[in-house]
């Protein structure tokens, strides 16, 4: 094989300020990718940020195929998921969280005053299957700002 044929790939820095801002969503969950195929040579991982304002939540949904892991910067979010989504997991400042294929949940802010951020990283990609959604009071100990 001639180095002709062999392609370079170097570390790639995606600058604050210059995400990749046109990834799937989910309701009040906005979510920008440093790391991505859509805007590096990454092929297996999507890598991002994910926010909800006080008192935002996303739509039911799920990940497809992706394994999809967290680590929260700040805040208080939950996670809840289950039958009707009455079940439920708390994260704060410096948690991690796995959420496994496929598993229909609901990403809430539960602070009415602070942001929820949040870094995810998801392989294969940033599948985002929105679900039908639910009413606000379904949710226990949910309230919106």
Not at 130 to 143: I, Q
Request: hydrophobic share 35%.
């Amino acid at each position: 094989m001639s180095n002709d044929s062999v392609t370079e790939v170097v570390p790639v820095v995606t600058r604050k300020g210059f995400e990749y801002q046109a990834t799937a969503q989910s309701g009040g969950a906005k979510r920008v990718s440093g790391v991505s195929i859509q805007h590096t040579p990454a092929t297996k991982i999507w890598y991002g940020k994910v926010t909800n304002e006080p008192g935002y939540r996303s739509l039911p949904h799920h990940h497809g195929e992706a394994e999809t892991g967290g680590y929260v910067l700040t805040g208080h979010g939950r996670i809840y998921f289950g039958e009707n989504y009455t079940e439920f997991v708390d994260m704060t400042e410096g948690d991690f969280v796995f959420v496994p294929p496929y598993m229909p949940h609901v990403e809430v802010n539960m602070s009415l005053t602070d942001e929820l951020v949040w870094l995810t990283a998801r392989t294969p990609d940033n599948i985002v299957v929105n679900l039908p959604d639910v009413d606000d009071a379904s949710l226990e100990g949910y309230r919106r700002a």
